[in-house]
């Protein structure tokens, strides 16, 4: 059953990763514009203290634990999403692990960091996405923001840090194909695109990045806003579009 396309505090919008920086600024943003915003987090308390935290920015905040990189955790989140919630307008993943400590070389890195980087920022966006696909098309409207970073550009792909490289190149490519197939079966009102908020003042970006979180979720939230002629299948830094 299609509803009318949400505006303001109708739309329902989910964040990964949000119990601190880039995904909690991100929630803050979106609960200002009126939003109604689930914050997710792989530990239930800081997922509570951080919703705390937002309790003047807007509608009352949810709250929901979520590990991107477990399936199990994923299924049991889209359940409870379905069964209380009931929809979803906007999904946020940003969910992310920090570079490869110590800037290894891709024939040193270790399986184990490649594969715990493809995790989070490809195998769980693809299997969250999937899951709750559904309510988006449900109610004709959606809006897919995957945090990616310049990082992974293929077109200035440089030495170091590897596996934060290479599964951010794959979210990319996992976006461009995530808006193709969607146009393709007739779900184009679902505008899927890539984000690289630039290095910004987290526990991840470190406190000499030059960007404050405010910046850093900027371009963030206005891609989980864009209106209908909205632009689906793009990176963008700055509001810019950037070569993949």
């Known amino acids: 059953m299609n509803r009318d396309a949400p505006t303001g505090a109708d739309r329902v919008a989910v964040v990964t990763g949000a119990g601190r920086g880039l995904g909690l600024e991100t929630c803050r943003q979106l609960a200002a514009r009126g939003c109604r915003v689930v914050l997710t987090a792989r530990d239930a308390g800081r997922g509570s203290r951080a919703a705390h935290d937002l309790a003047d920015a807007g509608p009352e905040v949810a709250t929901a634990v979520l ?26 993943n940003n969910a992310g692990v920090p570079p490869d400590g110590g800037g290894l070389s891709v024939f040193d890195v270790p399986l184990e960091t490649m594969q715990r980087a493809m995790a989070t920022h490809v195998y769980g966006p693809l299997l969250l996405t999937r899951s709750v696909l559904p309510l988006m098309e449900a109610g004709g409207y959606g809006r897919i923001v995957n945090v990616s970073s310049t990082l992974g550009q293929l077109q200035s792909m440089g030495p170091r840090w590897p596996a934060y490289r290479i599964s951010k190149a794959a979210l ?27 290095w910004t003042r987290t526990d991840l970006g470190g406190p000499k990045a030059p960007r404050s979180v405010q910046e850093g979720a900027d371009t963030i939230v206005w891609l989980a806003t864009l209106p209908d002629d909205g632009p689906s299948g793009g990176f963008f830094q700055d509001r810019r579009k950037i070569d993949w």
């Open 67 to 92: 590990d991107v990189a477990d399936p199990d955790s994923i299924a049991a989140f889209a359940g409870w999403l379905e069964r209380e919630i009931g929809r979803l307008d906007v999904l946020v």
């Open 172 to 198: 990319n490519a996992l976006t461009a194909a995530t808006a193709a197939e969607l146009e393709a079966r007739g779900s184009g009102n679902i505008l899927v695109n890539s984000v690289c908020p630039g």
